[in-house]
């Protein structure tokens, strides 16, 4: 199996600025980069802990901004090396797929996203080379 890792949690946020005070100043955390998605009303921001970059938390700024009052986990990322093997895998397997297609950011980065059992969104990322 060619998933590595948890890679990150998205979370999607009304107010980014406040979000991001929150995850640094509160819960510790450092941005490790922001990024405009390909869609310009979106922007991502990354965060993860000093000792650690292992896992990351999105904040996704731009995408639904009518947003439950407990707020919204949008989807859990998976890390592969090579996402379009593992598309093939997945689709041998019969797991339904949210994308038609991969998107690729501007930095180089690959996503799509699938479905588990029960209609969660996860999704399947790989960095850039």
Known sequence: MAIQKLEHVGIMVQDLEQSIAFYRDVIGMEIRGTLVHTDPS???????????????????????????????????????????KEIERLKQLNVPFADEEITI??????????YGPDKESLELFESPK
């Open 42 to 84: 979106i922007t991502l921001v990354f965060l993860s802990f000093p000792s650690s970059s292992e896992t990351e938390v999105e904040l996704i700024h731009g995408y639904k901004n009518d947003l439950p009052k407990e707020g919204v986990v949008h989807h859990l990322a998976f890390a592969v090396d090579n996402i379009e």
């Open 105 to 114: 950011l501007p930095n180089g980065a690959k996503y799509i996203f699938f």
